[in-house]
C-alpha cells in the first residue's frame, strides 16, 4: 500500500529526530542531559504517553533506588502512581537483556498476574498502572553491558507498532554509544587526575628528597646507608670528614671496613635488630678511622623500609664523641689530681704540729747531751727532720692553685660546665636544664670552681643509670648574707639518710667500683676556702627521690681581700702555724749545716 505524502513527511521527520538527537548527545559528557534527551525522543518517536529511562541499576539496591528519567509524566507522579513499580517489574521480566513489546499488557500471559509463587516476580503485579501497551528497549553497550533501558507506555491498546520499536531501538544504540563515551571520558579525566596527583607526589618528593640530601651533606654528624648485607648504600661529607674514606672508597663495601675485628659481632646483632623493625639508639662503640685511628662514637641505627613497608636496609647517624670522652678523662684527672695534691697537703699540714713539737724537743735536748755519741744522733735526727721539712714544703706547694683569684661570673661557669655535659646527658637519657638568673660577678678561683660544678654534675649523672633529668640553677640570693646560690637538683636515687652526714668525708663512697671518695671532700675544701658553704640534701621514697646540692658563695669572697693576720678563720690560723713551722724547721736545717 502506497504511504500518504503525509507518513512520509511524519517518518522524515522521525528519521531527522533520530539525527539530531544523535549529534546532540555525541556532543555531550553530562550524563542526566544524554538520558533526558533519549528519553523524550524516544517517547516522540514511539507515540507514547509517558516514558522512562532507568539507568545505573547495576546494583543489589536498584529496585529500591533506581536512577530515572521521564517525559510525559513528573517525577512524582511516575513515582507514586505505580508507573515506576510496573516499570520495574517489566524489565525483570526481560532479564534486562531482550526487547519487550506488548500490544496489550493486562492480557499479555507473560505479564498478567498470577498465583504461582514462583513465577510472581517475573510477570506484573496487581493494581498496576492502567496501561494497554508497553514497550522496554535496553540499552546495552558493545560488550554486551546494559546501561540501563528504556520504557514507554500508553493507555490504549495495540500503539507501539514494529517501526516504533526499530526507532526506539536506533535511538537506544546512540544512547548506548553516547553513555560508554561518557565513562571513557569519566574514566579518561579520572586517569588524568591520578596522573597529575602522581606528578604533583612526584614533584613534592623530589623537593623533599632535594632538602633531605642537603640537609645530610650539610650534616656535622656521619650519616650511611646500607642494605641488610651490611653493605654500604650512602656515604655522606661528614662520614669522609670523620672517617677518611671517600664515598667511591665506601660504597658498595662492607660496612665492617670501619669496624674493629673484635667488635664484628656487634654488628650482627645491630642488623638483627634492624630485620625484626627495632631502632638502636645511643650505642656508644669504637670505629677505626682510614688511617688506623680508633674513635669513639655514638650511634643511632634506624630501619629503611621501601613503599609497601618492608625493611630494606638501615639508616646510620654517627657521631664522633673523641672530643667528650677525651674531654671527660682530662676533668676526671684533673679532679683526681687536684683531689691528690688537697689530701696531700691535708695531711702534710697535718704533720706540721707533732713535727714543730719534735723540732722544739730537740733544741731543748741538746743542751742537755754532752757525750759525743749522743751529739752524733741528735744531729743525724736533726738531718731527718729537715728532709721531713723539705717534703712537707715540696707537698703543701704542690697542692696550692697558682692561677690568681679574678672577677667571674658564676652563671657563666655553669654554662660551660652545661655546654661539655650536655651530650653525655643526651647518650645517658638524662634531661639536662638550666636556669641561670645571676649576673653578679665576684672574685673566685675560676679552675676550683669549675671543677666543683663538674663534680656535682658527674656525680648526678652517676646517680640515674636508667635517665633521669638534672637542674642547673644559678641566682642572686640575700640570706645568709649577700652572694651567689648555686643548685644541682637531679632525680636520681637518692643518699639513704644514714649515709648524709658522711657524704663530705675523705674517701667516703657509696660507687665502690668507680667513686674515689674525695670529690665532694675537694668541692667543700675549696667552697669553704672562698668563704662559703656547701651543703647537701636527699630522699630515696619512690615518689620524692632525687639529691639537691647547694653551693653558697658571698659577694665578697676570701680572696678579694689579703687576709688580716688577726682573721679568726681556722683555715689561716692553721696556715700561719704552718709557715712558722716550716721556716723553724728551715733555721735548724741551716744552723745544722753550719
Known amino acids: 500500500m502506497a504511504q500518504s505524502t503525509e507518513q512520509v513527511n511524519e517518518f522524515k521527520h522521525k528519521l531527522d529526530l533520530i539525527v539530531q538527537t544523535g549529534l546532540l548527545i555525541a556532543r555531550s559528557h553530562n550524563l542526566e542531559f544524554i538520558v533526558q534527551s533519549v528519553t523524550d525522543a524516544g517517547r516522540e518517536l514511539c507515540g507514547a504517553q509517558f516514558g522512562a ?30 508507573m515506576l513499580r510496573s516499570a520495574l517489574a517489566f524489565v525483570k521480566t526481560s532479564n534486562g537483556t531482550e526487547i519487550l513489546r506488548s500490544p496489550d499488557i493486562t492480557k499479555d500471559p507473560s505479564h498478567g498476574p498470577s498465583h504461582s509463587h514462583s513465577a510472581q516476580s517475573y510477570r506484573m503485579p496487581n493494581g498496576h498502572t492502567p496501561a494497554g501497551s508497553y514497550l522496554s528497549i535496553p540499552v546495552k553497550s558493545r560488550s554486551g553491558e546494559a546501561f540501563g533501558w528504556l520504557l514507554y507506555g500508553h493507555a490504549d491498546v495495540d500503539v507501539f507498532e514494529q517501526s516504533c520499536e526499530d526507532l526506539v531501538t536506533a535511538v537506544a544504540a546512540q544512547a548506548a554509544v553516547a553513555i560508554e563515551n561518557v565513562r571513557l571520558h569519566d574514566q579518561l579525566d579520572e586517569k588524568v587526575r591520578e596522573l597529575e596527583q602522581i606528578e604533583q607526589r612526584r614533584k613534592e618528593s623530589s623537593k623533599r628528597m632535594g632538602e633531605l640530601a642537603a640537609i645530610v651533606e650539610s650534616s656535622d654528624d656521619a650519616i650511611v646507608s646500607k642494605n641488610l648485607n651490611g653493605i654500604v648504600t650512602s656515604w655522606n661529607r661528614a662520614a669522609a ?71 630494606i636496609g638501615a639508616s646510620k647517624i654517627l657521631r664522633d664523641v673523641t672530643d667528650r670522652k677525651r674531654m671527660e678523662k682530662s676533668l676526671l684527672q684533673a679532679e683526681k689530681i687536684a683531689a691528690t695534691g688537697r689530701m696531700a697537703a691535708t695531711i702534710a699540714h697535718e704533720i706540721n704540729n707533732p713535727l714543730e713539737a719534735v723540732v722544739n724537743l730537740l733544741f731543748l735536748l741538746r743542751s742537755m747531751i754532752t757525750c759525743e755519741e749522743g751529739i752524733e744522733y741528735l744531729a743525724a735526727a736533726e738531718s731527718e727532720l729537715s728532709r721531713v721539712s723539705h717534703i712537707a714544703k715540696q707537698t703543701l706547694g704542690y697542692y696550692h692553685e697558682h692561677a690568681s683569684a679574678s672577677s667571674s661570673s658564676i652563671s657563666e661557669l655553669a654554662s660551660h660546665a652545661v655546654t661539655i ?30 671543677q666543683v660544678i663538674s663534680n656535682l654534675i658527674a656525680n648526678s649523672i652517676h646517680a640515674m643509670p636508667a635517665g633521669g633529668k638534672i637542674r642547673i640553677s644559678v641566682r642572686d640570693t640575700s640570706l645568709p648574707r649577700p652572694g651567689v646560690l648555686l643548685a644541682v637538683e637531679d632525680t636520681g636515687e637518692g643518699i639513704p639518710p644514714e649515709d648524709l652526714p658522711k657524704v663530705f668525708d675523705a674517701f667516703f663512697t657509696t660507687r665502690d667500683t668507680i667513686g674515689t671518695g674525695i670529690g665532694l671532700f675537694v668541692a667543700k675544701q675549696f667552697i669553704e676556702g672562698h668563704g662559703g658553704k656547701i651543703t647537701i640534701t636527699s630522699g630515696i621514697e619512690p615518689e620524692s627521690h632525687g639529691t639537691t646540692v647547694s653551693v653558697f658563695l658571698p659577694l665578697h669572697t676570701s680572696y678579694e681581700d689579703p687576709p688580716e693576720p688577726s682573721s679568726s678563720n681556722a683555715t689561716s690560723r692553721r696556715n700561719e702555724n704552718t709557715s712558722q713551722g716550716l721556716e723553724l724547721l728551715k733555721q735548724l736545717s741551716c744552723n745544722q749545716l753550719t
Request: aromatic share 6%; hydrophobic share 35%; proline share 4%.
Open 53 to 82: 529511562f532507568i539507568y545505573n541499576v547495576a546494583n543489589e539496591e536498584w529496585e529500591s533506588d533506581p536512577s530515572y528519567t521521564v517525559s510525559g509524566v513528573d517525577h512524582e507522579t511516575f513515582a507514586n502512581s505505580g
Open 241 to 311: 670528614r670523620i672517617l677518611g674514606y671517600s664515598s667511591d672508597e665506601m660504597i658498595g663495601q662492607p660496612i665492617l671496613k670501619i669496624i674493629p675485628e673484635q667488635l664484628h659481632s656487634d654488628e650482627m646483632i645491630i642488623l638483627g635488630k634492624i630485620r625484626a623493625g627495632d631502632r638502636v639508639d645511643h650505642f656508644e662503640t669504637i670505629r677505626r678511622t682510614k688511617s688506623g685511628q680508633l674513635i669513639d662514637v655514638s650511634l643511632s641505627v634506624s630501619p629503611v623500609r621501601d613503599h609497601t613497608g618492608e625493611i
Open 421 to 450: 655535659y650536655g651530650p653525655r646527658c643526651a647518650t645517658s637519657r638524662i634531661q639536662l636544664e638550666k636556669c641561670l638568673e645571676s649576673s653578679s660577678r665576684i672574685i673566685v678561683r675560676k679552675g676550683e670552681i669549675m
